[in-house]
């Protein structure tokens, strides 16, 4: 991925919605296109966003999170209109087997295909929670799909994502909302795996050896760079990346963006992880977009 591409895409960004939108959701949308070697057009983004907008009630929480999910519609290269679409039907999918209203609800929609059961994904949230009783909330509700997606017993493959987030607590990773979500992402390697863990923790070591801080917002990251096996090349990213003027005030970013585009390479090969790791990417956007919009609205009030 070229540097200028990725400046150029963030430049566009920046006027087309102006400064108020975080810096980080702005910097993953613009590295997204970038990793594909595109350019952001502007006004075309303008225009899905407003439709985005305005295909929402005046209180909906889609109004809170349509600026990420015009970027997510565009860097899939779907058609806005019939994504909108299938993004309320899913949505009302979701509401109809139980979840909330929340922006949350929203991005699980946005992950969902259409031949997935909106009940399995309410069973893997519930079978979640006993696990986590007070730990699994909204906000789990993307990783849910996640997970409905993989094929096998739902009570299996969260048995398989608590064995991950015991493993990597056990290996200095702090218990918490973020290593759940680690843990939910590698559920789809498949069966439980050591030397996956082992990845994670190499990645993490990696990154601190070159003075990248690892922080618990980077943990998402950690595991969508050891199931594309591409640790060193997302070091080599994050330590080009973090040198840039773009992340002088958002170094912590580096290491996201560093994914991204490691991730896109793995998925220009022919895998068949491409599809889970795009979704994981997906999430992971979904995941920065909901906290940063959660962050402002706690310093506005």
Known sequence: MEKALLEKNAE???????SWLDRRILLTMAAQFAAKGKSID??????????????????SPLRSIYYPIAGLILTNDHLPDEEITRLHRHYEDLRKAGF?????????AFLMDDHLNPD??????????????????????????????KEGQVAELVEISEKYYEELN?????????????????VLNGAYSNELVGDVIHAKDEFRRNGIKVK????????VIALSGKINEAVKYALDLIDMKLFKWHKEMAIVVATVIVSQEFADAPTGLTAALQAMIQAQQASIAAVSVAATSAHGS
Do not use: C, W
Request: hydrophobic content about 45%.
């Open 12 to 18: 566009v960004l920046k006027r087309a919605v102006g």
């Open 42 to 59: 502007g006004s075309a983004f303008l225009k899905v966003a407003d439709t985005v907008k305005k295909s929402a009630s005046l209180f």
């Open 100 to 108: 909330r209203s929340s922006m949350y609800t929203y991005l699980a």
């Open 120 to 149: 399995r994904i309410k069973a893997v949230y519930e079978e979640m929670k006993k696990y986590h009783r007070f730990l699994t909330s909204y906000d789990d509700y993307p990783a849910a799909v996640i997970i409905a997606k």
């Open 170 to 186: 056990r290996n200095g990773f702090h218990k918490g909302n973020d290593l759940q979500f680690l843990a939910n992402m590698l």
């Open 216 to 223: 618990e917002m980077h943990y998402s990251s950690l595991a």
